[in-house]
């Protein structure tokens, strides 16, 4: 065997016993399985993480260009601490020059006479799904086309997403990937991730930087060719303005492959909620609609089966063991502008008692978090989220409180401990 061969067999090995040693949260409710034209499929409810509908969503399928929304969210963070902003100019290297006028793959042209702005970069890489602006943006934020990818790989990593090897900032294949291709693996390596995971990554995307909808919403926008003169790029999302829709979408990416076909993640509303819809494998990669009938149906097939419950808005109590007061009670509010979705049937809210947070600190003013609580459904069906089964509600001090004294505190702790919700 070729000391190559013998290479690229260990990584494979030491990748896949990565991968299935992990133990990663697996899908185990939705209110439906969509009947749907696709591989993997989920909705999630983008405020409460709440799953509403899955197929096949924790398998791992390639998402190609949907790579691009992790290169966002590098430079997003990079904008929040100060280190660029939209109009920091970048400088293309030849080698992304090159990858980015190869006509075999999606592109916008660029040119390493002129410079180019953050924001030109990132609506060329979020919009028509220009491969050589992504690959730019990251390597201009990181330094390198390769600490690009380990960038993409940390991140994942910090949202528990584990054993995820990226061969594309652009999710191109790694041979696709020109000068800058990993020599150890497979021409056809590239990124993969699930539906649940790429629900979880727009979630963050979405959430940490709302901003970006400037940019995922538009239908289209103007830019500068290599020459300097002005064309219109349009977005490739068709739910933006071609395709009929009973929801308005505000983003967020297509991506499409050879071994995947059609993928798509969209945000829009259903119930008055905010949802995020993901769609793997629907389609063929020349098919310019099927991916986006497909996601309309599946809501369709959710907004039939489905209802809202609004969390109650809850005034109570909390025993504390050292708060002032008869038995240490303090008066409690929760944070009720919540709403979780139930199955299409008589379905009420099951509400824990209050779990109290450890080292409150005192005087306890009135508006301050003491902890929460886990509120869920009477319907197994609704009961999984992206991060457990159940939602966490903040629960608020209703008063100002003064902590009591340490002789009272002993004495509550000694005797009474289980009388109090915290320690």
């Known amino acids: 065997m070729q000391l190559k061969t013998f290479k690229q067999f260990i990584l494979s090995l030491f990748a896949f016993f990565t991968v299935f040693s992990i133990n990663v949260l697996k899908v185990k409710a939705a209110i439906i399985t969509p009947s749907i ?134 999710g191109l294949t790694n041979g696709e990937m020109g000068a800058y291709k990993d020599k150890l693996a497979s021409d056809d390596a590239e990124n993969k991730l699930s539906a649940k995971e790429l629900a979880e990554v727009s979630r963050h995307l979405m959430l940490d930087f709302p901003s970006i909808r400037k940019i995922t919403d538009k239908s289209s926008a103007v830019v500068s060719s290599t020459s300097g003169s002005s064309y219109t790029i349009e977005n490739t999302n068709q739910l933006l303005k071609n395709i009929k829709s009973p929801y308005k979408f505000t983003g967020i990416k297509t991506g499409s492959a050879e071994s995947i076909g059609g993928n798509f993640i969209g945000e829009t509303r259903i119930k008055g909620q905010k949802v995020i819809t993901v769609v793997l494998g629907s389609g063929s990669m020349t098919d310019e609609s099927t991916r986006f009938v497909q996601t309309v149906s599946m809501l369709s097939q959710l907004n039939k089966a489905s209802s809202i419950k609004k969390i109650a808005k809850s005034e109570g109590s909390a025993k504390l063991i050292a708060a002032t007061g008869k038995n240490g009670k303090v008066k409690t509010i929760n944070s009720y502008r919540y709403s979780l979705f139930v199955p299409k049937k008589k379905t009420s809210l099951v509400y824990s008692s209050i779990k109290v947070k450890k080292n409150i600190s005192y005087p306890l003013s009135k508006g301050k978090m003491i902890g929460y609580d886990e509120v869920k459904t009477s319907s197994n069906l609704a009961n999984d989220f992206l991060y457990g089964k159940y939602l966490s509600v903040k629960v608020d001090s209703n008063e100002r409180v003064k902590e009591t004294n340490f002789i009272v505190r002993a004495w509550r702790q000694l005797f009474f401990s289980k009388s109090f919700q915290t320690n």
């Open 37 to 170: 034209k696709a591989k993997g499929a989920i909705v999630i409810d983008e405020k409460t993480g709440q799953i509403l509908a899955s197929k096949n969503a924790d398998k791992r399928y390639p998402i190609a260009s949907i790579s691009k929304l992790l290169i966002a969210y590098l430079v997003e963070k990079r904008i929040k601490e100060n280190k660029i902003s939209l109009n920091t100019k970048v400088k293309i290297p030849s080698g992304i020059v090159a990858i980015s006028q190869e006509t075999t793959i999606t592109n916008v042209p660029l040119s390493a006479t002129r410079s180019y702005t953050i924001k030109e970069l990132l609506e060329d890489a979020l919009l028509p799904s220009g491969n050589g602006a992504a690959i730019a943006l990251g390597a201009a934020i990181t330094g390198s086309v390769s600490k690009t990818e380990t960038a993409m790989e940390k991140l994942l990593s910090s949202w528990n997403i584990k054993g995820v090897k990226i061969y594309s900032p652009a």
